[in-house]
């Protein structure tokens, strides 16, 4: 087993919406360069959990967290941190597309470009183009950047919205099921995605789709009722699993 | 004997449904008495003529009511560029800030300015520009149909924000957009086409008011661009033309009304179009 | 079960001992956390909010202005104002009786008028209408709405109260003659004349805020009912007004609240006097109308001190109403928005 520094990670992580604990004493890390998935039964904290790595669990009512989120060793709650900047660095996908309306296809993958600054408009261009290429989405949308963004298909929007997450360049990619609202065919396309995406990306994805999970990640953890169970290697916690919740939820003896 | 209690039950239900058919004639009646009043009586005093020249004096005939149509446009377009931003900048405030205190005081102020009779909102006006300055203006005309708009404006602001769906909001500020930006770019961006609706609505609303203007534009009839004087306004002048004692004037009064309400028909029907087609390609 | 602290394939580097990862570790407690604003977000914020206080402000100064124009006036009459008769301002004397009564009969007769046809074309668009017809009618609603009072009062002037002077009203006073109400001369400018035209300019309102409440009714009382066989008919009556019964009210009391301050159509059509009669061909007076009339030709600060008493009791009986009318729409529709844009 190599070991290696995670790219982010949690120490004794705990989120509450106000009284309500969704995720209990959490320490998991990320690896770069690799899928990691979460899984586990519906309201086990897993989408909770996901959300505090980029500080956005604090928008929702009574959203506090304890412990602490490392990001390259930074403590990103630290409160010298801006939320916002912070958000630059770790973008998130969700789970059903949402492409800015009012914007075309290019402005859409350029808006997170242009709100961090970037002005010269050929670098945009290159980079525009690049996200697309990297979603899989260019040959679709190459002739129509200037479209709105509302004319294309779900799995399209979803990939638009990928293109537009990994376009200025983020170091961690989450993903809160993104496929759940996409048809086979979409899911599949985003999958493949993945696995070029981590190339450059660490990539934790949410998912209550197993195979899915199976499919697509290196690593794997299990939450259950807002515990993180156990965590392994994808195979390993597929064939093999440690803990016996795991292995009845693997088994779909439950969730 | 069953048979007959509900052909008894069906029959009244029959005749119910009749008596609402015929509320609902009864309804529509008055718009179309109007509208063809308007046309019949009006239509034919329109001419060029009629929208280029001021007024003759009494008696006479000739003349038009360019007076009044750009008292109009002053007046009304002087208070809109008060109200709409202020009605809309705190439209987006209760929208974006909720449970602010600030927010419930101004929604339930807001609620009761709209259910305030106009005519006092004119008496409003008077007291605070009319009596201070000594002279009535289309300044203080402006102000008041102002204060008008800015709680209607302010309502239609919010509901249409409020139609945005969370996720978007939530989609900027994982791209790392500031609070601010997201309102802006992402959110009232989205809700433009509705907000701009409200807007328009709203200037259709105050163009038709009279007793606001009453004393404090006053009205006039003269052609005149000082916003510092008295000013004629369309619907001064129908008042003014329907209670006067010539013919001539009566005539007058349906024409200018019939301007009237072609300004308010249209701008009304023109706002509902924008929103109504902007909802089919958002989808 | 307690969790694993370490994952599998991932080893977290050393900490400082201070923070002990190990097991039992106590979680400390959660904290609300707080984001820097960045330096846009204040004066957004800061803009907005006084955009929003705006509102407040010119209501304070509106009734600041009210009541100080008014002084004069309630320092000399008190509330006797209120119940006085006579008004006259060549002797600065002042009761505005008067106009609270007919204010208070031409409203209630346009109710009487107005409420039912609402009413019945509410529950036919809501209920009954196919579904074509739903948004024609709806949209001519809207533009009954949304002509000006004013042009309401000339055509009131010119062709409605001509046909009520000479066909309708001798047929009333043929018919029902006998009555109070329907006794005495017909001149045309009149309280039933007013009433009709206040009517009409109400109707709109409480039909637009009857439908919104009707719609807000959840459906599966209808349908049941319906599958226990009743009629379309018995449905609505029994299971949708029921239900909707205090939000209806709402709307009325909404339509109220308008009627109370319609001002042109009427001034130019009840003839403008202050007087109370008995018949409801005689002339009569409102506050709004009063103010539209005297205002411009006010000479004595008495007078118009008066009238300012007038506007400000106006302006709190119309705020009450509506007050009263939001409440009982709000039962039914819970505070989702009915109603405000019918105002």
């Known amino acids: ?255 | 004997m069953n048979f007959d209690r509900r052909k008894l039950r069906r029959i009244r239900s029959n005749f119910m449904v009749g008596l609402m058919i015929g509320c609902v004639v009864l309804a529509i009646l008055p718009l179309l008495l109007i509208l063809g009043s308007l046309i019949v009586r009006g239509a034919g005093s329109l001419s060029v003529a009629f929208f280029t020249r001021p007024p003759v004096p009494a008696g006479e005939t000739g003349g038009g009511v360019v007076h009044a149509i750009v008292g109009t446009l002053m007046i009304v377009g002087a208070a809109s560029l008060i109200g709409i931003p202020l009605g809309i900048g705190a439209g987006i405030f209760c929208a974006e800030y909720p449970h602010h205190r600030v927010s419930w005081i101004s929604r339930f102020v807001a609620d009761v300015m709209n259910g305030t009779p106009s005519i006092v909102v004119g008496v409003f006006a008077w007291t605070w520009i009319v009596a201070r300055q000594k002279h009535f203006s289309g300044l203080a005309g402006s102000a008041a149909l102002a204060m008008l708009m800015v709680p209607m404006v302010m309502r239609t602001t919010e509901e249409m924000i409020k139609l945005v769906p969370n996720s978007l909001r939530e989609a900027a500020l994982a791209l790392g957009y500031p609070r601010w930006r997201t309102s802006l770019s992402v959110i009232v961006r989205t809700s433009l086409p509705g907000i701009v609706t409200g807007s328009l609505l709203a200037v259709a609303r105050v163009a038709g008011e009279t007793a606001p203007l009453l004393f404090t534009a006053l009205g006039s009839q003269y052609l005149s661009f000082n916003v510092n004087q008295p000013m004629a306004a369309l619907p001064l002048a129908v008042f003014t033309y329907a209670t006067g004692p010539y013919e001539e004037w009566h005539r007058n009064a349906w024409a200018t009304a019939l301007v009237l309400i072609m300004v308010v028909l249209v701008l009304s029907v023109v706002a509902r179009l924008a929103t109504r087609r902007r909802f089919e390609l958002n989808g | 079960m307690t969790a694993p602290e370490s994952p599998a394939a991932v080893e977290a580097p050393d900490l400082a001992p201070a923070r002990s990862s190990a097991h039992g570790a106590e979680p400390s407690r959660p904290v609300p956390v707080a984001d820097r604003p960045s330096p846009g977000d204040h004066v957004f914020k800061w803009a907005l909010t006084g955009a929003a206080l705006a509102i407040p402000t010119l209501l304070l100064f509106l009734l600041y202005e009210l009541s100080t124009g008014s002084r004069l006036a309630i320092d000399k009459f008190g509330l006797r104002f209120l119940v006085d008769s006579v008004w006259d301002p060549v002797a600065d004397k002042f009761g505005a009786y008067p106009l609270i009564f007919g204010t208070l009969l031409s409203s209630f007769l346009a109710l009487l008028i107005a409420v039912p046809l609402s009413l019945g074309v509410a529950i036919y668009l809501t209920e009954f209408a196919p579904r074509a017809l739903r948004q024609p009618v709806a949209f001519v609603i809207e533009l009954l709405a949304a002509i000006p009072s004013v042009v309401y009062g000339l055509w009131g002037v010119f062709v409605l109260m001509p046909v009520l002077k000479k066909v309708v009203f001798p047929l009333l006073r043929g018919a029902l003659g006998f009555l109070p109400f329907f006794s005495g001369p017909i001149y045309g400018p009149s309280m039933l004349a007013a009433s009709i035209i206040l009517a009409i300019m109400v109707m709109p309102f409480i039909m637009a805020v009857s439908r919104e409440v009707l719609l807000a009714v959840p459906g599966n009382q209808r349908e049941a009912s319906l599958a226990l066989g009743a009629t379309r008919w018995e449905a609505v009556w029994t299971t949708i007004l029921p239900y909707a019964r205090s939000g209806i009210m709402g709307a009325v009391v909404l339509g109220l609240g308008r009627a109370l301050g319609e001002t042109m159509a009427v001034t130019m059509l009840i003839g403008n006097r202050h007087e109370i009669a008995a018949s409801l061909f005689a002339p009569g007076y409102t506050m709004a109308a009063v103010i539209a009339n005297e205002f411009s030709e006010a000479a004595t600060d008495m007078h118009f001190s008066a009238l300012t008493y007038v506007a400000l009791a106006l302006f709190v009986v119309t705020v009450l109403v509506n007050a009263g009318a939001r409440l009982l729409i709000w039962r039914v529709a819970r505070g989702s928005g009915v109603g405000s844009k019918a105002l």
């Open chain 1, 1 to 255: 087993m190599v070991e290696v520094t995670p790219r982010i990670r949690t120490e004794n992580l705990s989120a509450v919406y106000g009284k309500f604990t969704a995720v209990r004493n959490v320490s998991l890390g990320f690896t770069s360069n690799q899928v990691h998935a979460l899984i586990g039964p519906s309201g086990c904290g897993k989408s909770t959990f996901l959300r505090t790595l980029n500080r956005m669990h604090e928008l929702s009512e009574g959203g506090w967290i304890s412990g602490k989120v490392l990001l390259d060793g930074e403590d990103i709650y630290a409160p010298q941190v801006s939320a916002m900047k912070l958000r630059r660095r770790v973008g998130m996908v969700f789970q059903r597309p949402t492409p800015f309306p009012t914007m075309s296809i290019f402005d859409n993958v350029a808006a997170g470009l242009r709100v961090n600054g970037h002005r010269s408009a050929g670098n945009i261009r290159e980079i525009v183009e690049r996200s697309l290429r990297q979603s899989a989405l260019w040959d679709e949308v190459k002739d129509r950047l200037r479209d709105s963004a509302m004319a294309l298909s779900g799995g399209q929007q979803q990939r638009l919205c990928i293109a537009r997450t990994i376009a200025p360049a983020p170091e961690v990619v989450l993903l809160d099921e993104p496929t759940a609202s996409l048809d086979p065919q979409g899911t599949q396309r985003v999958e493949e995605l993945l696995f070029e995406l981590k190339k450059d990306f660490t990539i934790v994805i949410v998912t209550h789709n197993m195979q899915q999970a199976a499919r697509v990640s290196d690593s794997t953890s299990f939450f259950y009722l807002g515990r993180m169970v156990e965590t392994g290697p994808t195979r390993q916690m597929f064939t093999t699993p440690q803990q016996e919740q795991t292995e009845a939820y693997i088994t779909g003896r439950f969730g």
